[in-house]
C-alpha cells in the first residue's frame, strides 16, 4: 500500500464510522463498533500496524496522519456513548415511573365541531324529519325585511328592543333570522315548513352573558289549523331531542310585534336541575326560546292570507342552547376559539353526534 492508497482507506473509514453512528441505538452496538475500528484487531489499528512497511522518510507523515485519525474517531465514539447513556437513563427514568416511552402516542384529530355547530347539525336533523326545510338569508339585511315586515315600522319603539349595527350602505347586521319568515314566504308561499339556523349581530356590550355576535335558529311553521297546542309539542319533542331527556317547561306572556299571542318558553334549569344557580338567577328556569302565532300583518306582508292559514314561529337561541347543552358558563368562550372550551365541547360533542 502506497500512501496514496492509505489516504483513501482511512478517509473510508471515517465516513463509514460517521454514518454508522448517526444510526446506532444501543450502547453495545456502540463498543462492538470500537472494537472494529479501534480495537486490537480494529481496522484503523491495523492500519498503525503498517508503518514499518512505509519507507522511512514517510513514516513520521504516514504516523501524524493515523493518529489524527485515531483521535477523531475516539471522540466521535465517545460523544455517541454519551448521547446515548443520556437517553437511556432518561428511558429508566421513565419506567421506574410507570411510564412506557416506547408505547405510541394519542393520536389527535385535526381540529373539532364547534358546541354550536354540533347543535345546528342536531337541531336540523330533528326538523328535517318533521318536514322542515332548512333555509338561509342574508346576514346584511335591509330595514324592510328585519323591522318593517316583521310589524315593526320605523315608528315602532319596538326597534330599541334590538340594538342595531347600521351600516353605511344604509343596510344593517340582521338582528334576528326572523327576516327569513316572509322571505321563505315569498320564496314557497302557504302551506310552508322551515327552520333558518343563522349568525345575527346585536350592538352590544360584551360580557359573560352578552355577545354581539351569536346564533339563533328561527322556526316558522304555517298551514291550516295550526294552533298553540302544536307550537308547544314541536318545542317539546324539539328539547327532548337535544337533551336526551323530557324537559319540562312553561310558557309565559311575552312581547313582540310579529307573533299574537307572543311568548317566553322556558325551560327547567339543566346547570341546576331547578335548585337554583348563576345560570338561572337563582330561579331554576331558563329563558331559552321566545316564540308565538304569527302575526296576521305578517301573513299578509308574506302574501299570504290570515284568515285561511295561520302558524308559528319561534326564534331559538342557537348559542344559548350550545351554553346550556355543555355547561359553559361564559358566552365569550363560544366566539374565542379557546381551546380549552372547545376542547371541553369536542368531548362532549361526542355524544350527542354519537347518539344523533
Ligand atoms: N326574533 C326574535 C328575537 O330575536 C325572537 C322571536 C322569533 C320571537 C320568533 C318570536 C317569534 O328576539
Redesign the pocket.
Known sequence: MNLEELKSVVERIRAETQTHLGQLSSLERVQELEARILGRKGRLTELLSTITTFPKEQRGQVGQMLNVAKNELTEWIEDCRQRLQKSEAMIDRQSAAGIDPTFPGIVRGFGSIHPVTAVQWKIEEVFERLGFTVEAGPEMENDYYNFET?NIPAWHPARD??DTFWLDNGLLLR????PV?VRAMEKYGPPLRCIVPGR?FRYETIDASHENTFF?C???MIDKNISIANLIAVMKLLLREVFHRDVMIRLRP?Y?P??EP??ELDMRCMICGGTGCSTCKQSGWVEI????M?HPNVLRFGGIDPHEFTGF???L?LTRLAMMKYGVRDIRLMNSGDLRGLVHAERMCGNIIGKS
Open positions: 316583521l328592543m334590538q338582528t334576528h333570522t326572523s319568515q345575527c339563533q328561527e322556526g316558522l311575552g313582540f310579529f307573533v307572543g311568548f326560546l321566545p316564540c308565538g304569527v314561529a319561534f326564534g337561541g
